[in-house]
Structure formats: C-alpha cells, structure tokens
Nanobody
Framework: VQLVESGGGLVQAGGSLRLSCTNS????????MGWFRRAPGKEREFVAT????????YYADSVKGRFTISRDNAKNTLYLQMNSLKPEDTAVYYC?????????????????WGQGTQVTVSS
C-alpha cells in the first residue's frame, strides 16, 4: 500500500480545498480510512474517518459541519472536502488505512500512512 495525498495549498479563511488520497499500489477498498492532521507544535489529531462501505463516518467536533469525507473504491481514492476553512485548520494533513473495515477515530488502529499534504489558511 502506498498512499499519496494531494490537493493541499494556501487559501484564505472562509475558502475551500479538496484533498485526495490515492493508493497507488493496490486496492484498500475493504479497509476503513481516515484523515488526520498535525499543526505546528501540536500532536497529530483525528479529523475524519469512513468505513470501507462508506456508510459510517465520524468527524472531529472541530470540523463537523465544515468537512466531508468520502471515498471512491473503484478509484482507490479517499477525499476530504474542506469548506469554511479557518486559520486553526492550518496543518499537515495525512490519510491513513485502518487495520480493519470499520471507521476508527484511534490513530493506533491505522497501519499505513501517506506522507502528508500542507494546508495553510491565512486570516
């Protein structure tokens, strides 16, 4: 499994970005997947997760109502639509593949990680 994130960049507060995460080596469509982020000087934190069938999703309280996680198993791709971005959303965003098929908010339940994509929100 090799996860590659894309779609990060610099955006003004209130703007939107869409992150993508593609598994370039083999399908992970039977695994739960998630997005995490690490802000400067802070620990990595959970953002959103989705079960392999896509029906179960969980979000961190800080992004609920603004971010939407989705996946296209046929394309081996995970997405994170981020709207109404705030300066506190500035971080490196990582996608990850869970050990099982369920959605999980626990980063220790994830076995494969991408290298991350930088998201910077200016005020």
């Amino acid at each position: 499994v090799q996860l590659v994130e894309s779609g990060g960049g610099l955006v003004q507060a209130g703007g939107s970005l869409r992150l993508s995460c593609t598994n370039s080596r083999r399908t992970s469509s039977n695994n739960g997947m998630g997005w995490f982020r690490r802000a400067p000087g802070k620990e990595r934190e959970f953002v959103a997760t989705i079960a392999w069938r896509g029906g179960v999703k969980y979000y961190a309280d800080s992004v609920k109502g603004r971010f939407t996680i989705s996946r296209d198993n046929a394309k081996n791709t995970l997405y994170l639509q981020m709207n109404s971005l705030k300066p506190e959303d500035t971080a490196v965003y990582y996608c990850a593949t869970a050990r099982g098929s369920a959605a999980s908010t626990d980063q220790y339940q994830y076995q494969y990680w991408g290298q991350g994509t930088q998201v910077t929100v200016s005020s």
